[in-house]
């Protein structure tokens, strides 16, 4: 077990606080206003509808309220965030050509150790652009889609991204959203043809270095009939003593017969706003599948959201939140049945630990003639101390006689039997429950593709670390 | 006598506020098989959970010696990494840890760490002794194993951990008589591997039919009531415990 | 002047549009009451207990001048009480229970169909030392009546206040209930059956505040909707820290007989301590297919058969009420109920 100790120290949070030296090529200044856009928009190139687009999202957001309900976002000033900074590289598809301070920053993550590995495609963020983008050419010849979203808006799929672009979270649903129009940013689009399966992940990693920025990136997948994709993100930042922000948006389209998986590792700095916003449409016979671990932030709003709109179709979602000193995780999923036979199964884990605030926020709606909808959800958490705070708060609205919906919850602590069994072989009090606590997380990380299930086992024992009093 | 490593000297212990072991004395030598037999309610399991550590378990008098240091002052994981064992009555069942990634972890606490395929090849040979399945090494942790299965796991870590002494509590209790003489080999295969010493609690003999026995207590009422050789096990096969407990 | 309230709100609240967070009542300016018996008045400043309905609606009765009264409750007997409704009506009933005596209490809060009115039924109890309130309740308004009512509870050490509610079919219904588990090894039970139809709603907001170690609650809600009805239930168990080896649960199972009736759950888990144990189940749903076809292989008819379950969900409630005459008493109303139909 000592020598496990060692491997944890040897990943500990240095590899994801390394602070690259600012050196971008723009940097607008802080702030949010019409000139602001514009000069985004300009930066951009954006074609004219995109421009009109933006400005109409800013009145949008000047018009709505910060929402009441959640976490506290008082120490979120947009006044001193800059939503735009472009890396001083474009886009390289290979990794050679990227920067070198850039490319160790993403070495040290292991991401081009990963796509050799097990990766059909990567795209890497820095700050408000893609500095990296390449696809197997394998992956390319069946067909698919990968790049930039902003080469995408100008190519040959500009009208089809036109046609789904903010359709699913449309400006008007919430503030953030309205925020994330007018000044998004980078982000990929994929579209995979009819038929097409692709038999290894994508994955897009996002990174924000610029201190008091903000980050948002903007994902629009289309998975066509009959095709299958697991799409993977990967997100961190370094700590900075003030507030940075996240506010991607991800609109997931999965057509009649497609399978899409989309995992989130997320491990933001402890001094970021994660105002995500996540939102699948599943058609006939699709299926939609979400893995969810939530570790870093300082305030999550992270609810996946899932219209289940054709007959038999399907969802499945995953998720665990680790929520230590400091943070305050708003996190969980929402799932409305439209069609018939539709179903839903949902499971989240949640940990408190060390004053952490972890809220796992759910809603199950069934609507009327959703004949023969069946959804089964599980949240369970776990106290680690008792300074720290768990809630869980699910709403189930149904609204059809022939539904079969199942709700379960509990919260508990460690047991103290099981810590005892364990150090009777052995094991230190800290590392017994650091183990009990990966077994909790374990059906999460089952889900997860092996490199990334150890990275959150480590992510967990690295949080589990010095937690007894 | 070999060369003494358990010493118990008026062992007094309250669980609870009551009062359960009331002055217990009990001296193990290397290599040595201890039978502990008594009737429910003696204080058997007390004095193994003692032994162990367990924290509910608060002992207000006499002295615990094990390998010559003081077992007192020592947290229950300092004691199993000086070689104490014991096998639970009721082993915990913890969802999600893996019964392969609990004992390799359990190895590598006790300075054995093994690779991956070191461990599986180690765990696959003594289970085999136990007529055990290797599948079972990708289990969670006891999570709906049988009675009998989740002895034959405590046994498996008896012959991965290589213990000094290990205390087998009520391990043939509610198993039928396969199981018993599975778990037996296994006993029989940790005494010849390790040649480590055992300090089996039971209230019933049946585990001890095929093992060579050293020294039996009988415990009544908290403390060692009388002490023989093997012969006693036949005596209170035959009789009971009556004679040893106060009217 | 009539004026809108907010009662039963959620807190912590949600996403608004789900449209849980908080409900809004209309009262009127003035109320009379609906107890005929004379009773002392208590003394509101020693029973200002928070209601599940909550400190809003608490305050507009104090402000309409709705004075707190002692209710006369002894043990060794079932104490009935028993509203009449003619007009606008509130009352504030707090009941005193000393340290070791057992009291059964039932109330039945009923209508003729001529009555046009809206009245706040309020219960108020002190649950001292070791004693036991069986508290339950029948919940029938007639068409007219708007009825609002609302509990709320202080449950000292190994006390218990075990409350059984009934509601059948009547008109639009609003219910509180807030106990404070403020004793060691304090008890709070709660079973309700519930049946809703005709475009009723039954607006709940319950709520188990658990202060003291070991203190325990248990919610249980069965019931059956059916033509229109609304039904929201609200059900939080806070674990407050210090309340070490708490255990609060929460279970729900609710019959949904047609496509037109709106369901909705809001079981919420509130956590500040470590060693606590809550849960919370829920199954909603149509009835069991097998159970219908079973029951219809014995000759019962569809209509016939789902009455009998509603019956069911009403009966593991009533299964819960612990004194004899009371017990009857209910079931003699449901029975009524069913001849009538």
């Given amino acids: ?22 050196n971008s090529a723009t940097r607008l200044e802080e702030g949010l206003n019409e000139d602001i856009i514009r000069r985004i928009s300009e930066e951009k190139d954006d074609p004219d509808w995109m421009r009109e687009f933006r400005l109409n999202c800013l009145k949008i957001y000047n018009e709505l309220e910060v929402p009441q309900w959640g976490p506290g976002i008082e120490g979120l000033d947009m006044s001193h965030i800059s939503t735009y900074v472009r890396p001083k590289t474009d886009m390289k598809n290979s990794w050679d050509d990227v920067p070198e301070d850039i490319k160790n920053t993403f070495e040290r993550l292991g991401i081009p150790e990963a796509e050799r590995a097990s990766l059909a495609g990567v795209g890497a963020q820095y700050d408000s652009e893609l500095v990296y983008h390449n696809v197997m050419k394998e992956v390319e010849e069946q067909g698919v889609v990968y790049t930039d979203f902003e080469s995408a808006l100008k190519g040959e799929y500009s009208d089809m991204v036109r046609e789904h672009f903010m359709k699913l979270l449309v400006p008007t649903d919430h503030k953030f959203n309205a925020l994330h129009g007018a000044v998004w940013s980078g982000g990929s689009f994929v579209y995979v043809p009819k038929g097409v399966k692709v038999s290894i992940p994508l994955q897009s990693y996002f990174r924000l270095n610029a201190k008091g920025a903000g980050q948002f990136e903007h994902t629009l997948i289309i998975v066509d009939e009959g095709a299958d994709l697991h799409f993977i993100e990967g997100c961190s930042a370094p700590k900075y003593n003030v507030a940075n922000l996240h506010s991607g948006c991800v609109e997931l389209f999965v057509s009649k017969n497609a399978k899409l998986r989309y995992s989130t590792i997320e491990n933001w700095s402890k001094n970021m706003y994660n105002l995500n916003s996540k939102r699948a449409i599943v058609e006939e016979n699709a ?16 609810y996946p959201s899932t219209i289940l709109k054709g007959d038999n179709s399907t969802m499945e979602y995953t998720g665990i939140t680790f929520a230590g000193e400091g943070q305050n995780l708003d996190t969980g999923m929402k799932v409305m049945h439209v069609g018939k036979n539709t179903s839903s199964v949902v499971n989240t884990k949640s940990i408190a630990k060390s004053g952490g605030v972890s809220t796992t926020r759910t809603s199950v709606q069934v609507m009327p003639g959703a004949k023969g909808a069946k959804s089964v959800v599980s949240c369970e958490s776990l106290m680690v101390d008792n300074i720290s705070r768990s809630d869980t708060i699910p709403v189930m609205d149904i609204r059809t006689d022939d539904a079969d919906i199942g709700h379960e919850a509990s919260i508990g602590s460690i047991p103290d039997d099981a810590v005892f069994y364990m150090m009777s072989r052995g094991m230190s009090e800290e590392d017994a429950r650091a183990l009990i606590v990966s077994g909790f997380a374990d059906n999460v990380s089952r889900e997860l593709p092996m490199e990334y299930a150890a990275e959150m086992n480590n992510l967990i024992r690295l949080e589990m670390k010095g937690s007894i009093g | 006598m070999s060369q003494e490593i358990l010493k118990v000297e008026n062992l007094c212990v309250k669980v609870l506020d009551k009062e359960i072991l009331k002055g217990l004395d009990l001296v193990i030598g290397e290599g040595e098989t201890h039978v502990i037999m008594g009737p429910n309610g003696a204080g058997k399991s007390t004095l193994g959970n003692t032994l162990m550590g367990k924290s509910e378990y608060e002992v207000t008098s006499g002295k615990i010696t094990f390998l010559g240091e003081d077992l007192l002052e020592m947290k229950t994981d300092e004691r199993a990494r000086k070689g104490l064992f014991m096998s639970f009555q009721n082993p915990i069942e913890v969802p999600g840890v893996r019964l392969s990634e609990f004992i390799r972890n359990s190895c590598d606490a006790l300075g054995n760490k093994m690779s991956l395929w070191n461990f599986k090849k180690a765990a696959a040979e003594q289970m085999k002794v136990l007529n055990m399945d290797p599948k079972y090494l990708d289990r969670e942790l006891n999570v709906g194993f049988s009675g009998g299965e989740k002895k034959k796991a405590e046994i498996l870590q008896l012959l991965m951990l290589k213990p000094r002494l290990a205390i087998l509590d009520e391990t043939d209790s509610g198993l039928d008589v396969d199981a018993v003489r599975t778990v037996s080999e296994g006993v029989k295969a940790y005494h010849e591997q390790v040649g480590g010493a055992l300090l089996i609690i039971t209230h019933s003999t049946r585990i001890l039919e095929s093992l060579k026995v050293d020294k039996v207590h009988v415990v009544a009422d908290g403390h060692v009531v009388a002490e023989g050789d093997r012969s006693l096990v036949d005596e209170i096969n035959e009789s009971g415990f009556e004679k040893y407990i106060k009217a | 002047m009539a004026e809108k309230i907010m009662i039963n709100s959620l807190v912590p609240p949600t996403w608004n549009r789900l449209k849980v967070n908080e409900t809004y009542v209309e009262l009127p300016g003035a109320f009379s009451s609906a107890i005929e018996e004379n009773l002392t008045e208590a003394d509101a400043g020693k029973w200002k207990i928070e209601t599940g309905c909550g400190k809003e609606l608490s305050d507009y009765l104090e402000n309409a001048g709705v004075k707190p009264v002692l209710a006369n409750v002894r043990s060794g007997i079932l104490n009935m009480i028993k509203p009449v409704y003619k007009e606008d009506s509130a009352d504030i009933i707090c009941i005193d229970i000393p340290e070791n005596e057992t009291v059964n209490i039932l109330t039945d809060l009923t209508s003729d169909e001529s009555t046009k009115a809206t009245a706040v039924f309020q219960i108020l109890i002190k649950a001292g030392n070791n004693s036991v309130v069986n508290l339950t309740q029948v919940i029938r308004p007639g068409k007219g009546l708007k009825l609002i009512n609302d509990i709320g509870s202080e449950i000292s050490g190994k006390a218990q206040v075990n409350l059984v509610q009934i509601f059948t079919d009547g008109s639009d219904i609003n219910a509180g209930y807030r106990a404070e588990l403020s004793g060691d090894d304090s008890f709070a039970g709660c079973r309700i059956g519930l049946i809703r139809s005709n475009g009723e709603t039954l607006d709940m907001n319950y709520v188990m505040k658990h202060f003291a170690p070991r203190s325990k609650s248990e919610i249980s809600v069965s019931g059956a909707l059916s033509t229109g009805a609304k039904k929201i239930f609200r059900g939080t168990i806070d674990f407050v820290k210090g309340c070490a080896g708490a255990d609060g649960t929460e279970n729900e199972s ?37 159970m219908l076809y079973y029951m219809m292989s014995r000759g019962i008819d569809k209509e016939k058969a789902l009455r009998i379950l509603e019956r069911a969900a009403l009966e593991s409630a009533v299964s819960h009420i612990e004194d004899q005459t009371a017990l009857e008493y209910v079931m003699n109303i449901i029975n009524e109920n069913e001849d009538n139909e």
């Fill in chain 1, 287 to 302: 299926r939609m599948e979400w893995v969810s671990g939530s570790f870093g932030s300082h305030t999550s709003y992270l």
């Fill in chain 3, 254 to 290: 609710v019959l949904i007989l047609d496509d037109t009736v709106i369901n909705k759950t809001v079981p919420l888990i509130l956590c500040t301590e470590e060693n606590v144990a809550g849960s919370h189940g829920a199954s909603i749903g149509k009835p069991a297919e097998d």
């Fill in chain 1, 1 to 22: 077990m000592s020598e496990e100790k060692t491997i944890v120290d040897d990943i500990n949070r240095s590899v994801y606080d390394v602070i690259d030296k600012e």
